[in-house]
């Protein structure tokens, strides 16, 4: 059930049950991390494999002790810029957080959300949270409580309701080789912010034999419909007219075919409100019962850069 109400909700995860959180990126499937039976229930919950780490969420960046060791100077200022935010720092792991949340690695994947009420449940409970997104394995992450329940009609008690999600994408996941910080995953907090922070960084989110963020693996963040991308929407969309195809697109295209079904992501082709709008976008395309959905490249910067990965894994099979 959807709540707005935090004294069920701490109920449930104190009981070492698993809960629907809000965060600005995307809505949490989350539970106690300190608790290895009740990771187990994520995972299950999820049907995600076993060796995709979560993340770990903290009320506060002066709780990151309690969880990393060995924090490189580079994590303090990103922390010290960016948190609470989108950014994931991958740290060595404290004895604390059980091999189950990190799937045997040394290292934790650590972030501050930047969600009022999140905020203010993580501080009213006694351990962090570890949470994967409220999705199953594969499927699109979330951006509003009604997702989370659509996807998990039974099996979860409680999905906080937060709002629709303001960034839309999930965080970005930086971690260090010595103290150089290294991009794992592209997200909500755009490299060229982080470079201002740190200089320039290496980026190694190709999809290698043994991933470090597997949320690089193909078929991630995928719709059920078969997904194209195009440069030229209107002559792909004129190769498959005897399909019944939507249309995704960053600024609104003219259509000489009123009947196909677009969902415009930002009228006056701002990035950040794309971003926001995307998975939403999405999800309602995927209901539409249709052959196929095309959708746009975005500039290769920023958040565009967000969006291409995500939707070149999401035509991956
Ligand atoms: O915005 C977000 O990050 C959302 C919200 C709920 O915080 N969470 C999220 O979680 O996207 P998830 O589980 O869908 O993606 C977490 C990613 C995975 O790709 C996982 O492999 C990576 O973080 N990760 C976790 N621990 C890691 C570690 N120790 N080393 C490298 N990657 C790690
Ligand atoms: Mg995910």
Sequence with gaps: MITTDLKPVIETLNNDDVVGIPTETVYGLAGNAYKESTVEKIFNLKKRPSFNPLIVHIASPEFLTQVATDIPSNAHLLAEAFWPGPLTLVLNKKNQIPDRVTAGKPTVAVRVPNHPLTLELLSKLAFPLAAPSANPFGFISPTKAAHVQGYFKEG??????????LRGLESTIVGFDGNQPVLYRHGALVLEEIEKVVGKISVKTKNDESPNAPGMLSRHY???TATLLSKNPVKTLSKHSNKKV???SFQKIELSNGKIHQEVLSTNGNLEE?????????HRLDQRDLDLIIAPYFPDYGLGKTMNDRLQRAIQK
């Excluded at 979860?156 to 999600?165: A, I, N, Q, T």
């Excluded at 794309?274 to 999405?282: I, P, R, V, W």
């Design 222 to 224: 995928a719709p059920k």
């Design 156 to 165: 979860l008690k409680f999905v906080l309701e937060g709002g629709p999600c």
């Design 274 to 282: 794309a971003a926001k709008n995307l998975y939403a976008a999405l």
């Design 246 to 248: 939507g249309l995704l």
